[in-house]
C-alpha cells in the first residue's frame, strides 16, 4: 500500500516570500501521479499541481512548481511570491493508475498560513 | 460551467439513525468517488463510481454505501450512524480517466450527537 506523508503540520510566511512545503511517499510503482491540493476554509479541495513520475520535468503552474525528486520519493511544493489567499491546507496526493486510477492517497497536510 | 455540487452542507443527526447525503458532479463527469476527512484519520477514500458501477472501493463497513444514477448524480447513504461517522464528507468528479485529477465539492458537514 502506498502512504504519503508530509512532515510540516503547520507553516507560516509572510507576503510576497517563498515557501517550500514537503512531501514524501512510499511506493513500489513506477508508474504513478501525484498532486498538491489545497483546502481554504470552504472546506472545498482545489487542484494546485500534478506531476506525472514518467517525466522527468517538474510541474510549474503560475507561483506554484514542484521539485520531484523520483529516486527519492519527493515532491515538494514551492510557492513563490505568497499571498494572503494562499492561506489554507495543503494536501499531497498520490495515484496508482493499477489501483484504477480511481484512488487518491492523501498525507495529513499542512497548514499554510500568510501574513500581512 | 458549474461545479461539484454537495447538498445538504451540513447535517446533524443522531446515533443510530441513517443519512443520505447527494452529490451532482460537474456535466460530462462519468466518475465520482466519495472521500472521508476527519481530524484524526484525515482524508480516507470511501468508494467510486463509474458509469452507474461501483468500480473501487475503500475499507469502510458496510454500514457505509452508494450508487449512482444514470445522470452521473451520486448519493452515499451511511446507516445505524455512529458518533465516529461525524466528519466532512467530500464528493469528487472527474472524466473517464481521472490522472488528470478530481474536482471536489465543498462537502457536508456531518455530526453524529
Redesign the interface.
Known amino acids: 500500500a502506498q502512504t504519503v506523508t508530509q512532515s510540516q503540520p503547520e507553516m507560516s510566511v509572510q507576503e510576497a516570500e517563498t515557501v517550500t512545503l514537503s512531501c514524501t511517499y512510499d511506493t513500489s510503482e513506477n508508474n504513478y501521479?501525484l498532486?498538491w491540493?489545497k483546502q481554504p476554509p470552504?472546506?472545498?479541495?482545489?487542484?494546485v499541481i500534478?506531476q506525472?513520475a514518467y517525466k522527468q520535468q517538474n510541474a510549474t503552474e503560475n507561483r506554484f512548481s514542484v521539485n520531484f525528486q523520483k529516486a527519492a520519493k519527493s515532491f515538494s511544493l514551492k510557492i513563490s511570491d505568497s499571498q494572503l489567499g494562499d492561506t489554507a491546507m495543503y494536501?499531497c496526493a498520490f495515484?496508482n493508475?493499477n489501483?484504477?486510477?480511481?484512488?487518491?492517497?492523501?498525507?495529513?497536510?499542512t497548514m499554510l498560513l500568510v501574513s500581512p | 460551467k458549474a461545479g461539484v455540487t454537495q447538498t445538504p452542507r451540513y447535517l446533524i443527526k443522531t446515533r443510530g439513525q441513517q443519512v443520505t447525503l447527494s452529490c451532482s458532479p460537474i456535466s460530462g463527469h462519468r466518475s465520482v468517488s466519495w472521500y472521508q476527512q476527519t481530524p484524526g484519520q484525515g482524508l480516507q477514500f470511501l468508494f467510486e463510481y463509474f458509469s452507474e458501477t461501483q468500480r473501487n472501493k475503500g475499507n469502510f463497513p458496510g454500514r457505509f454505501s452508494g450508487r449512482q444514477f444514470s445522470n452521473s448524480r451520486s448519493e452515499m447513504n451511511v446507516s445505524t450512524l455512529e458518533l465516529g461517522d461525524s466528519a466532512l464528507y467530500l464528493c469528487a468528479s472527474s472524466l473517464e480517466r481521472s490522472v488528470y485529477g478530481y474536482t471536489f465539492g465543498s462537502g457536508t458537514r456531518l455530526t453524529v450527537v
Open positions: 501521479y498532486f491540493y470552504s472546506r472545498q479541495m482545489i487542484l500534478r506525472e494536501f495515484m493508475p489501483s484504477g486510477y480511481s484512488t487518491l492517497t492523501f498525507g495529513k497536510g
